[in-house]
């Protein structure tokens, strides 16, 4: 038993600490997620390291501390994602209807079938966008009553996973589907107009996964991150930017992402909101994301019921408030002379 707790007390130490090299090997950055795991495991450890270790030496307190800093590291990068930090994006403080944009984000899994908890939950909500990926044909022709309500749209079409479907009733200036670095992984980049008339961009994405049946790094993934957090933040255009990044909220990868764009997340002072994986109630992590320049306030945010995906869809709404945006100027993460070099070093390896 002893032996046994040991182990896992170096497991707990090395995988809180191997996430901290910035390595894009998939096995390093796939620590990035478990945070919160790590730490409730690095929690019992102590507890038996201390009952089993009663007698401790020099060598068991030395442990000991090493895994109380990880876990009270791991704890800290968690804590911006709960209700006890200060919030990102703040809240509403207009209600003019004319001025929201309500988003609905959905990894739909491409082998699910069950197309009408999918539809009941758009009819439910009634989002303005509507971001769904891993679609498939079928999914295509399942899907064509929202073509009644969403007249605009732009699609990839694709059976291996990286489908993406985007519909939107917001009248567009322009839909196209790109592909930033990899010519089978599509993004999709539209300029929408509100109710009122304004115009705001929005950025629809689903890069590749840290998984070695896909990539054995996330060179690709970052890259296409930082290109749009650099496209945004040369812009200087109100944006969304929404969908299956396949990292989580609390990541190196993701808080590059916010310094180079200049983003805010809502979730910030909120909550994890967990979107995968359905099945695994105690391995779940935020996935699916929705940032927003700071022109944008926050109305509400909520993860959705399974609709037979391994993920669960995330909403939100948004009040577009731009007189507001100096007073959440100061909410924003800056990105210093090394962030930019290092996401200029990214976004070359991925291209060459």
């Known amino acids: 038993m002893q032996i046994a707790v040991l182990f896992m007390a170096c497991v707990f130490i090395v995988a809180t ?26 929690v019992v450890i102590i507890a038996f390291y201390s009952l089993l ?15 109380a800093a990880c ?12 209700r006890f930090a200060r919030k990102q994006v703040l809240g509403s403080r207009e209600n003019d209807p004319d001025r929201k944009i309500s988003v609905l984000v959905s990894n739909i899994y491409r082998k699910n079938r069950d197309y009408g908890r999918f539809l009941k939950l758009v009819r439910e909500k009634n989002p303005d966008v509507i971001c769904i990926l891993e679609p498939d044909d079928w999914w295509d022709t399942m899907l064509s009553p929202l073509e009644k309500e969403y007249p605009y749209s732009a699609k990839h079409h694709c059976n291996d996973g990286y489908g993406m479907f985007f519909y939107t009733r917001l009248k567009p200036r322009g839909i196209t589907v790109d592909y930033l670095v990899e010519d089978y992984v599509p993004s999709v980049f539209a300029v929408l107009e509100l109710r009122s008339g304004e115009p705001v961009e929005f950025y629809c994405l689903h890069p590749n996964p840290p998984n070695p049946k896909y990539s054995t ?4 993934r970052d890259a296409e991150l930082l290109i749009v957090g650099k496209r945004v933040k040369e812009s200087k255009k109100p944006a969304l930017a929404a969908g299956d990044l396949n990292d989580v909220a609390w990541s190196y990868t993701t808080l590059l992402f916010q310094k180079i764009s200049g983003m805010l997340d809502p979730r910030i002072g909120r909550g994890f909101f967990n979107t ?43 009040s577009y408030e731009p007189d507001g945006k100096v007073e959440q100027a100061d909410n924003k993460y800056e990105a210093d ?16």
Request: charged content about 25%.
């Open 71 to 82: 876990v009270a590291y791991q704890v800290s990068r968690m804590f911006p994602y709960t």
């Open 53 to 67: 270790y009663q007698e401790r030496g020099l060598v068991d307190n030395l442990i000991l501390l090493v895994l």
């Open 337 to 352: 002379a090394e962030d930019k070099k290092v996401a200029e070093e990214k976004i070359e390896e991925a291209r060459a």
């Open 217 to 220: 790094d996330t060179t690709e």
């Open 17 to 42: 600490l191997l996430p901290m090299l910035k390595h894009e090997a998939w096995w390093i950055r796939i620590f990035d997620f478990p945070r919160t795991q790590i730490a409730a495991g690095g």
């Open 276 to 318: 995968f994986h359905v099945e695994w109630p105690f391995l779940r992590f935020p996935l699916d994301h929705i940032f927003v320049t700071e022109s944008f306030r926050y109305v509400r945010l909520e993860t959705l019921p399974d609709i037979g995906s391994d993920h669960f869809p995330i909403f939100a709404e948004l």
